[in-house]
C-alpha cells in the first residue's frame, strides 16, 4: 500500500511530481470513462446515440464538477489538519465529509433520475437523440451515489498526501468501463444506454475496491464511525471551503452546457461534432487539471506548517511544468485535430467540424496551464470565495456571452464559438495576478516570507 507523502519537506520540484504524477494518471484513466463510451458508441452505434451521450455526458460532466468542488473542502481542512499534525481533526474531517456526501447523492439521485427527460429538453438535445439523451442521464443518475463517494474518496486520499490510491482504484474501474462498453454496445446493441451501464457500473467497482484498500492499510489520522454526523464546525468549514468551488464548477459547466445547447440548434452534426471536441479536450486538460488538484493538497498542508514561501515555489514549478506540456498539447490540438477526433468517431462531417472547434481548445491549453496552477494555489490557501468570483466572472461575463454573440455572426464556426474559452481564462489570469501581488504584499507585512525548515511536531 502507498505511504502518504510528506508535502512539507524535501524538494518542492521533486515531490511536487511525485504526487502529481498519480493524480495525471488517475485523471488519464476518469476521462476514458466518459471517452470510452464515446468512441465505442461512435463507431458501433448511430450518430444519434453519440449526440446523445454527448449530450448526456456533458451534463454529468458539470455534475461531477459540483461534487469535485464540494470535496475539494474535504482535501484542504484534511491536508491543514495533517500539516498542523492534528490528526484526530484529520479524521473529524473526514466524517464530516462522509455525512455531507451522503447527502449530496441523494439530491442529485432525485434530480438526475426525476428530471431526466425536462433536462434533455432544456439542453435541447436534437429530437432524433432526446430518447438517448435522456436515457443516459436517468441510468447515470441512478449511479449519482458512486460518482459522489469516488470524489470523496479521492479527496480524502489526496488530502493525506497519498495520491497513488485512487489511481490503482480508478485504473481497475477503467478497465471494467471498457469491457463493459463493448458487451453492452458492441455486443448487446444498446447505444447509449450501454454506455450509461458501464459508467456506472465501473464507478460502483471504483468505490467498493477503495473502501477494501482502506480497511487494509494503516492511515495517518484518527477515525471513528461517530465522526460521521452533522458537527457544525466540521462541515461547515468544509461547506464555506467547498461551496464557492463548488459554485465556481456548476456555473463554468453552465457555461459550457450553453455552448452544447447553442450548437444543438445547429443540428445532429454539430451536436456531436462538439461533443467529440470536448471529450479530446477532456485529455487535452489533464495536465493544467493535475497540477492543480496536486497544487490544492500542496498547499493546503504548507501553509498548516505555516510555511507559505514553500507553497508559492510550488507554484512556479507547477506552472513552468504545466506550460513545457501545455505547448505540446497546442501544436496537436491547433494543427492535428482532425487526427483526434478521428479517434473517437468516423463520421468525416463530424470529424471537420470537431476539427474546428479543437483549434480554439488549442490556445487555451496554453493559458490554462497556469490558470489551474493558480485555482489550485489560492485554493489550498483558504480563498475558495476568490476562486469563486474569478470563475464566475469568466463563465457569465466572458465565455457565455462570447459564445452567443459568436453565434450569432455570419458564417459561424465552431471555432469561433470556441474562442470563447480562451478569452475567458486570460481575463481569469489577470485577476489572479492582481490577487497573488496583493497576498505577496500581505505576507511580506506580516513577516511570512522566510520559509520554515521543519512543521510543528504532531499533536491530538
Not at 507554484?315 to 490540438?333: E, K, P, R, T, Y
Amino acid at each position: 500500500m502507498a505511504k502518504p507523502l510528506d508535502l512539507t519537506r524535501g524538494s518542492i520540484l521533486s515531490t511536487l511530481v511525485r504526487f502529481a504524477l498519480p493524480v495525471l494518471l488517475a485523471l488519464i484513466l476518469q476521462a476514458l470513462y466518459g471517452a470510452v463510451d464515446l468512441l465505442v458508441v461512435g463507431r458501433f452505434a448511430l450518430t444519434e446515440d453519440a449526440s446523445g451521450v454527448a449530450t448526456g455526458s456533458m451534463l454529468m460532466s458539470t455534475a461531477t464538477m459540483v461534487v469535485t468542488g464540494l470535496a475539494m473542502g474535504i482535501t484542504i481542512l484534511v491536508g491543514e489538519s495533517i500539516g498542523e499534525g492534528r490528526p484526530q481533526r484529520a479524521g473529524q474531517a473526514i466524517g464530516g465529509g462522509i455525512f455531507l456526501s451522503a447527502v449530496l447523492a441523494a439530491l442529485l439521485t432525485v434530480l438526475l433520475v426525476v428530471f431526466a427527460g425536462p433536462l434533455a429538453t432544456l439542453m435541447k438535445a436534437p429530437a432524433e437523440a432526446f430518447r438517448q439523451a435522456s436515457t443516459y442521464i436517468r441510468i447515470c443518475g441512478g449511479g449519482a451515489v458512486f460518482i459522489v463517494a469516488y470524489n470523496t474518496l479521492g479527496s480524502t486520499f489526496r488530502g493525506i498526501g497519498d495520491s497513488r490510491t485512487p489511481l490503482l482504484t480508478v485504473a481497475i474501474a477503467c478497465c471494467i468501463n471498457i469491457a463493459g462498453d463493448l458487451l453492452f454496445v458492441a455486443g448487446f446493441g444498446l447505444g447509449a444506454a450501454g454506455a450509461a451501464l458501464a459508467t456506472v457500473l465501473a464507478q460502483a467497482v471504483s468505490v467498493v475496491i477503495s473502501l477494501l484498500l482502506i480497511r487494509r492499510r494503516s492511515l495517518p489520522f484518527t477515525f471513528s464511525w461517530r465522526f460521521i454526523r452533522w458537527d457544525p464546525a466540521i462541515v461547515g468549514k468544509e461547506l464555506k471551503l467547498g461551496w464557492p468551488i463548488a459554485l465556481q464548477e456548476l456555473l463554468v459547466g453552465f457555461s459550457f452546457l450553453l455552448i452544447q445547447t447553442i450548437v444543438n440548434g445547429f443540428g445532429v452534426v454539430s451536436s456531436a461534432a462538439i461533443g467529440v471536441g470536448e471529450k479530446v479536450c477532456a485529455f487535452l486538460m489533464l495536465v493544467p487539471s493535475a497540477f492543480g488538484q496536486s497544487m490544492s493538497a500542496f498547499v493546503a498542508q504548507n501553509m498548516g506548517a505555516g510555511n507559505p514561501a514553500r507553497a508559492r515555489r510550488a507554484l512556479g514549478c507547477g506552472v513552468a511544468l504545466s506550460l513545457c506540456i501545455g505547448a505540446g498539447m497546442f501544436w496537436l490540438s491547433f494543427f492535428h485535430g482532425d487526427l483526434l477526433a478521428g479517434i473517437f468517431i468516423r463520421d468525416a462531417a463530424v470529424i471537420a467540424q470537431a476539427q474546428s472547434y479543437l483549434k480554439a481548445y488549442g490556445i487555451d491549453c496554453l493559458l490554462t496551464a497556469v490558470l489551474f496552477c493558480m485555482i489550485g494555489y489560492f485554493n489550498g490557501r483558504e480563498h475558495t470565495f476568490f476562486v469563486m468570483v474569478q470563475g464566475l466572472v469568466g463563465a457569465l461575463l466572458v465565455r457565455t456571452p462570447v459564445a452567443w454573440l459568436m453565434s450569432r455572426t455570419e458564417g459561424v464556426t465552431l471555432f469561433r464559438i470556441g474562442l470563447a474559452t480562451p478569452m475567458s481564462s486570460l481575463v481569469q489570469i489577470l485577476m489572479f495576478l492582481v490577487m497573488f501581488l496583493r497576498l505577496e504584499r500581505e505576507d511580506r507585512k506580516a513577516g511570512l516570507t522566510a520559509p520554515r525548515t521543519a512543521p510543528p511536531s504532531p499533536r491530538s
